[in-house]
């Protein structure tokens, strides 16, 4: 069983409180899509050299994850390919089902891009990308209870594969 990365000094950092003071919501909006981009690149990056890619999570109330995992106020959660499905990021949320625990039971994970502290390979997390966390505001909140739940893509069907 492969063993997250300790949580980085970076998860101690508080949280701007007066974030809506210095970026308006169409500078929000950009920062969400260069965070899903910047999160895209480095799973990619990862993924061709064959280690999985972490993620630091800052959570707070908006954050779904299982709270059991947590170490205090973060959670480290494996995002590579193979550890996940149905992972998506659209509207300011990255999504997508995991399994956690003995029993290996299904759980869909649910954070906020701006929760998102770092993401990294899991051999060097020192050079990964970090990030400012902001709170979370009420307009994203809103998209995602609004039916982006809905809108999370469902992976085409595939069919086992027979080998003679």
């Known amino acids: ?27 929000m909006s950009r920062n969400f899509q260069l965070r899903a981009d910047v ?44 550890a996940v499905n149905r992972f998506s990021m659209a509207d300011g949320w990255l999504v997508f089902q995991a399994r956690f625990g003995e029993a290996n039971e299904i759980e869909t994970i649910e954070v906020p891009l ?13 050079n990964g990308a970090s990030f400012m966390v902001f709170p979370t505001t009420d307009e994203v909140k809103n998209a995602r209870s609004n039916g982006a739940r809905e809108a999370t893509p469902r992976p085409a069907m595939r069919r086992p594969t027979r080998v003679k």
């Open 114 to 126: 701006n929760r998102i502290v770092l993401v990294a390979p899991e051999s060097d997390p020192q």
């Open 1 to 27: 069983m492969l063993r997250a990365p300790s949580l980085p000094h970076l998860m101690q950092k508080p949280a701007l409180s007066n974030a809506g003071f210095f970026f308006g919501e169409r500078t």
């Open 39 to 82: 999160i895209e690149t480095v799973r990619s990056y990862c993924e061709s050299q064959g280690v999985s890619t972490y993620i630091w999570v800052q959570l707070d109330e908006a954050c779904s994850v299982p709270r059991s995992f947590a170490q205090g106020n973060a959670i480290v959660l494996d995002i590579s390919e193979l």
